[in-house]
């Protein structure tokens, strides 16, 4: 029996065993829980149980961040996954479709400044206009000149 005094079913881990099982600090799983990325529930006493199957979220989580993918590309990948029922391969790949055009664009992108990088390096000059490094992502492209 738990603190609570509610037993702790083997499916469930304290906020502690879920952190040491997935490598992170328990300040990273409020963070995920805060953003809706993963979900636990309570004790009587308030203290957080996660379910087993939510160690998977969190190295999906892992993975996507260490790719540079945004809080809101995890966030619409993770909502495609179900939640509380067994989770298979084909959920998973059917969700990460959803990261297919993101990586896509980022693989592209970093292509072409490595293919740059030569030239940029003895020019130095950082263009706004025309140089690749100077202005990577063309954020404002779509808005048009000045
Ligand atoms: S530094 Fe001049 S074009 Fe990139």
Redesign the pocket.
Known sequence: MSQSGRKNSSAELTVGQMAARAGIAVSALHYYEAEGLIRSTRTPAGHRRYDRRELHRVAVIRIAQSLGLSLAEIRAMLDQVPQGRAVGRADWQAASEVWRAALEDRIARLVRLRD?LD??IG?????LE?????NAGDRLASEGSV
């Open positions: 740059q030239h940029c020019c130095g000059c950082l263009s025309s140089c690749p490094l100077g």
